[in-house]
């Protein structure tokens, strides 16, 4: 085997200066009947090349020609060349928690380097090394709330991401911690902030709400602000879009952000490993989950960083812990670091606009078609919108499939009052002559056979 | 040194100079101190089409005034993460026997398939009949995962072993609630991971801890004790964190099945198991695996991780939703209708770009190599118990699996402690074990070569911990100060954690 540094010889020697005979004796403690005396019933050893074969396969049972207009909480944008040429890295890739900080500063600088654009992107005072990603982020982040205002009850918005509230659901369940679900505007798609106001209560440990939200619309967060403080509530933002940051006004008025940061350099990869993170007012900070790395300086005076009041953590404090998480996502908050770093203060801007203008035209195009129209299109957005056809969204996704087009994710599965309804995400990577392929097919009704 | 006169200090006068460094790979400065207004390090493709004004598009959510983020050059970029990747130690570079993580070799062929476009460009939401590639993957990966295991079921949605955990105690809870009765506590052996008690806590069930016996393993006759109907289970990590098999598992499984309690394995150390033994077989209810441990996906600096949790059928219905499904005619696609799962425990799928990696190792290793990898892993571990153990303390004689755990307690008469020695095996070039945990070893030294050791490696290291236990008679205090071959000495870790200072902050303007 390949990867297995030792010679027949070399074994049988290590044995004879351990005093056994064989390799079965080190096993003996297993009881004879539940050892294994078989074979495991997996796919014999393979050779690199026929590894590479096998997966290539796989790939290509989707042809990547394929134009998507999906969004939804996970985003194609293009990945700089150096992110993968450095996270590659044997110093970066193989290494791990930096709990030894002499000999793992890059790491950690790197991190320190991480949570400042982070507190810096989202107008929040700190941030830590990462989350798994944005679903449970948001859900630590809400419990992150509960710890803080001692409170037990927590009102969600209807337009956070679909799979973040059926993961917050699952997280709250055993806490005794009853949510409430605020609906939407049906003209702005905004959450309905009459129907916020009179959820608030004294008991009300945090507001949840996505901006922008699932539909692609940013929320009026200093309104929801008030309302939830009014209350001596926080408000808890999750941002599924990182990108949008660089053009829209970041949740000052939030306790605490919760962010997936996937948009920032890293590969779709069918859901993951994405890179979640929470930020917070400084206040909050020893309510916080994960690691956080800090400045100090060493026996010399140098400056140098380690991992921080590591006392709200699952080894330290066990079952009284602010949250069970131990490993996190840090090569992929380095992507996102490098990603930050090679976009900087002013491209982070243009790419954004970039996608505003995309998704502009998209929606433009779209809805030139007169069987087509945008809904709540009266609301500020970044670079989703929601689409309603008067054809039932399978008919025409056949046809764009035609094309090698994805079109807009059907909502009606998450929202069934919606009809015809999808929602349509495009990026600065999607070209103008796909968006107006798909505007064409949208619009050619078929002929009644 | 020109080049490093324009970094500022910093505003609390930290020495970001000071010395002159040996060379300037080493004053590397923060990446905002390297920044200059209007370099640049991307260029947009052209926009094909009208430009909008965001001002007027966004009104009151425009933002007027932008993050400071840094802004350089490609190059200055590729030289500063490749400097800070320098100050790194790493597997790539030399044995790294933390104990309990697993730090083996991370395959680069599995970097390579997992990058392949097809998979890595695939959108989770994109229409099953273009995720077939992808869900071939899955299923392959549940299969062996499930015959590596002995298990009857898989998911592979959480994220890292803490969240297996967290969904493998749901899969508990929820089985207890469908027989009438959640119960209330989960019992820990003392010997444990602290994400045990964390999680058990996170699922709403109180956490009784349940001492070891004098050879570091579950007591029976406490067990037999503490197990009533109130139990809802005993999170055990087999091999122990001492490294020591339970060889009384299928006692421990039945004094807990008696009171319809289940057994919840903490996989984290299966390293010493794949291929020789198979929880499934012994008595093992769920558990969950770390693909970043046993399955070679890369630590990265501190994740992502993945962790897969195994079940037997009977739990099978409250798995996690999506479930994969396989049709008559070899179509998949992923079930949503399940009424009684625990629900969901994160997006989309998983970390699938790890299920990949994963994969792509067992692929490389069938059950041979499997095998063959457990046992040189133990091998590894028994040949440096067998050349330390008459300078170190053995605080527990039963035979060592995967990994060994030695005490500091000869080396604390002189006033040294495992932290100190850990410090000084930097200097020798080595990464150091997990220090003072577990926690019922006093002083402890925990070390797991893994099977990717040569001997030449695991004789290297064997001599410098001798070298360190005749410093520690010899010369104390080179001990105790060490390391000495760093780019920083000892950090003040005091004083981080109470001034905290997490960000670098622009110079008021």
Not at chain 1, 174 to 180: A, F, K, R
């Given at each position: 085997m390949r990867y297995l540094p030792k010679s027949p010889a070399e074994r049988l020697e290590m044995l004879q200066e351990i005093g056994v005979n064989s390799i079965d004796d080190l096993f003996s403690v297993i009881p004879a009947e539940y050892r294994l005396t078989r074979d495991l019933d997996i796919p014999r050893q393979h050779g690199e090349s026929e590894i590479i074969d096998w997966f290539r396969t796989a790939a290509a049972k989707y042809t990547v020609r394929h134009t998507s207009f999906l969004g939804a909480g996970a985003y194609r944008h293009y990945r700089p060349v150096i992110i993968d040429s450095l996270v590659q890295r044997g110093e970066f890739l193989t290494s791990y928690t930096p709990y030894q900080a002499e000999i793992t500063q890059g790491t950690l600088q790197a991190i320190f380097e991480f949570q400042t654009m982070i507190a810096e992107l989202t107008g929040m005072d700190v941030a830590n090394a990462s989350m798994y990603d944005g679903s449970t982020g948001a859900a630590e982040a809400?419990?992150?709330?509960?710890?803080?205002?001692?409170?037990?009850?927590?009102?969600?918005?209807?337009?956070?991401?679909?799979?973040?509230?059926?993961?917050?659901?699952?997280?709250?369940?055993?806490?005794?911690?009853?949510?409430?679900?605020v609906g939407y505007d049906k003209e702005t798609g905004r959450i309905d902030l009459a129907a916020l106001e009179a959820a608030v209560t004294e008991e009300t440990s945090c507001v949840l709400v996505q901006s922008p939200n699932f539909f692609g619309i940013i929320e009026d967060i200093p309104a929801i602000a008030a309302i939830a403080h009014a209350k001596g509530a926080l408000l808890v933002v999750s941002i599924a879009e990182a990108i949008s940051l660089g053009v829209v006004r970041p949740p000052v008025e939030a306790d605490i952000v919760s962010m997936e940061a996937q948009s920032f350099g890293v590969a779709l990869s069918y859901g993951g490993p994405y890179v979640g993170v929470i930020a917070a007012k400084e206040k909050y900070l020893r309510q916080m989950p994960g690691r956080l790395v800090g400045q100090t300086t060493d026996t010399n005076g140098y400056r140098g960083f380690v991992l921080t009041l590591s006392t709200r953590e699952q080894h330290i404090r066990r079952e009284k812990a602010?949250?069970?998480?131990?490993?996190?996502?840090?090569?992929?908050?380095?992507?996102?670091?490098?990603?930050?770093?090679?976009?900087?203060?002013?491209?982070?801007?243009?790419?954004?606009?970039?996608?505003?203008?995309?998704?502009?035209?998209?929606?433009?195009?779209?809805?030139?078609?007169?069987?087509?129209?945008?809904?709540?299109?009266?609301?500020?957005?970044?670079?989703?919108?929601?689409?309603?056809?008067?054809?039932?969204?399978?008919?025409?996704?056949?046809?764009?499939?035609?094309?090698?087009?994805?079109?807009?994710i059907d909502l009606s599965r998450w929202y069934p009052e919606m009809k015809n309804a999808t929602l349509w995400c495009t990026t600065e990577i999607v070209p103008r002559e796909k968006i107006d392929i798909a505007a064409k097919i949208l619009a050619a009704v078929p002929v009644e056979a | 040194?020109?080049?490093?006169?324009?970094?500022?200090?910093?505003?609390?006068?930290?020495?970001?100079?000071?010395?002159?460094?040996?060379?300037?790979?080493?004053?590397?400065?923060?990446?905002?101190?390297?920044?200059?207004?209007?370099?640049?390090?991307?260029?947009?493709?052209?926009?094909?089409?009208?430009?909008?004004?965001?001002?007027?598009?966004?009104?009151?959510?425009?933002?007027?005034?932008?993050?400071?983020?840094?802004?350089?050059?490609?190059?200055?970029?590729?030289?500063?993460?490749?400097?800070?990747?320098?100050?790194?130690?790493?597997?790539?570079?030399?044995?790294?026997?933390?104990?309990?993580?697993?730090?083996?070799?991370?395959?680069?062929?599995?970097?390579?398939?997992?990058?392949?476009?097809?998979?890595?460009?695939?959108?989770?939401?994109?229409?099953?009949?273009?995720?077939?590639?992808?869900?071939?993957?899955?299923?392959?990966?549940?299969?062996?995962?499930?015959?590596?295991?002995?298990?009857?079921?898989?998911?592979?949605?959480?994220?890292?072993?803490?969240?297996?955990?967290?969904?493998?105690?749901?899969?508990?809870?929820?089985?207890?609630?469908?027989?009438?009765?959640?119960?209330?506590?989960?019992?820990?052996?003392?010997?444990?991971?602290?994400?045990?008690?964390?999680?058990?806590?996170?699922?709403?069930?109180?956490?009784?801890?349940?001492?070891?016996?004098?050879?570091?393993?579950?007591?029976?006759?406490?067990l037999e004790r503490v197990v009533d109907e109130d139990t809802a289970a005993l999170m055990l990590t087999n091999p122990s964190t001492i490294g020591v098999f339970e060889s009384d598992i299928a006692k421990i499984a039945a004094i807990l099945h008696a009171k319809g309690a289940l057994l919840y394995m903490d996989g984290a150390n299966m390293n010493a198991l794949v291929g020789k033994a198979r929880p499934g077989d012994f008595g093992v209810d769920v558990m969950h695996l770390n693909l970043h441990k046993t399955f070679s996906t890369p630590h990265g600096g501190g994740g992502p991780g993945s962790g897969p949790v195994a079940c037997k059928a009977f739990l099978e219905p409250f798995l996690?939703?999506?479930?994969?499904?396989?049709?008559?005619?070899?179509?998949?696609?992923?079930?949503?209708?399940?009424?009684?799962?625990?629900?969901?425990?994160?997006?989309?799928?998983?970390?699938?770009?790890?299920?990949?990696?994963?994969?792509?190792?067992?692929?490389?290793?069938?059950?041979?190599?499997?095998?063959?990898?457990?046992?040189?892993?133990?091998?590894?571990?028994?040949?440096?118990?067998?050349?330390?153990?008459?300078?170190?303390?053995?605080?527990?004689?039963?035979?060592?699996?995967?990994?060994?755990?030695?005490?500091?307690?000869?080396?604390?008469?002189?006033?040294?402690?495992?932290?100190?020695?850990?410090?000084?095996?930097?200097?020798?070039?080595?990464?150091?074990?997990?220090?003072?945990?577990?926690?019922?070893?006093?002083?402890?030294?925990?070390?797991?070569?893994?099977?990717?050791?040569?001997?030449?490696?695991?004789?290297?290291?064997?001599?410098?911990?001798?070298?360190?236990?005749?410093?520690?008679?010899?010369?104390?205090?080179?001990?105790?100060?060490?390391?000495?071959?760093?780019?920083?000495?000892?950090?003040?870790?005091?004083?981080?954690?109470?001034?905290?200072?997490?960000?670098?902050?622009?110079?008021?303007?």
């Open positions: 809400v419990m992150m709330a509960v710890r803080v205002t001692g409170r037990h009850k927590a009102v969600i918005a209807r337009t956070v991401h679909p799979e973040y509230r059926e993961v917050l659901a699952t997280y709250t369940k055993h806490q005794g911690l009853p949510t409430s679900s602010t949250s069970n998480i131990c490993t996190n996502q840090a090569l992929v908050a380095l992507m996102a670091t490098i990603f930050l770093t090679i976009y900087g203060k002013e491209g982070i801007r243009e790419l954004a606009e970039h996608n505003l203008a995309k998704s502009a035209y998209t929606e433009k195009v779209l809805c030139a078609n007169p069987g087509a129209k945008a809904l709540f299109s009266g609301a500020p957005r970044f670079h989703e919108f929601v689409l309603q056809t008067d054809e039932a969204p399978a008919a025409w996704n056949q046809r764009l499939r035609g094309e090698s087009i994805v079109g807009g | 040194m020109t080049t490093t006169a324009a970094i500022p200090q910093t505003p609390a006068g930290i020495r970001t100079l000071g010395k002159v460094r040996p060379h300037q790979t080493q004053n590397e400065a923060l990446v905002f101190e390297k920044s200059s207004p209007g370099k640049k390090a991307y260029r947009l493709a052209q926009l094909d089409v009208p430009e909008v004004d965001p001002a007027a598009l966004l009104g009151d959510a425009h933002r007027k005034v932008s993050g400071e983020l840094p802004e350089l050059s490609e190059i200055e970029i590729i030289r500063h993460f490749t400097r800070l990747s320098t100050w790194n130690y790493a597997i790539d570079l030399g044995m790294y026997p933390l104990g309990s993580c697993t730090m083996k070799y991370n395959p680069r062929v599995n970097e390579l398939v997992a990058r392949i476009e097809g998979l890595a460009e695939a959108h989770p939401y994109r229409p099953d009949y273009l995720s077939q590639g992808q869900l071939d993957v899955i299923d392959l990966l549940q299969q062996c995962l499930i015959e590596i295991t002995g298990m009857d079921a898989i998911t592979l949605q959480p994220a890292a072993g803490a969240h297996g955990e967290f969904t493998g105690i749901l899969l508990v809870r929820a089985w207890h609630e469908s027989q009438g009765n959640p119960r209330r506590k989960i019992l820990i052996p003392d010997s444990a991971h602290g994400t045990n008690p964390a999680t058990a806590a996170h699922c709403g069930y109180e956490v009784q801890n349940l001492k070891s016996n004098a050879l570091g393993m579950v007591d029976l006759e406490e996690p939703i999506p479930v994969l499904y396989t049709n008559k005619d070899g179509q998949k696609g992923w079930n949503y209708d399940r009424p009684q799962s625990v629900g969901r425990v994160r997006a989309f799928f998983g970390n699938t770009g790890m299920f990949i990696r994963a994969l792509a190792y067992i692929l490389a290793n069938g059950p041979d190599g499997l095998r063959q990898t457990t046992e040189d892993a133990v091998l590894n571990a028994n040949y440096i118990r067998a050349k330390l153990e008459d300078v170190y303390e053995l605080p527990y004689k039963t035979a060592s699996m995967h990994e060994v755990v030695f005490s500091d307690k000869r080396q604390a008469a002189k006033g040294v402690r495992t932290g100190d020695i850990a410090k000084r095996l930097i200097d020798y070039g080595f990464h150091p074990y997990t220090v003072s945990f577990p926690m019922i070893v006093s002083g402890a030294l925990m070390i797991e070569p893994t099977e990717s050791e040569s001997r030449e490696e695991l004789d290297l290291f064997i001599d410098a911990m001798r070298a360190i236990a005749q410093e520690v008679e010899d010369d104390p205090e080179l001990v105790k100060t060490a390391p000495h071959s760093t780019r920083v000495s000892r950090l003040d870790e005091v004083t981080a954690a109470r001034k905290p200072i997490l960000r670098w902050r622009p110079e008021p303007k």
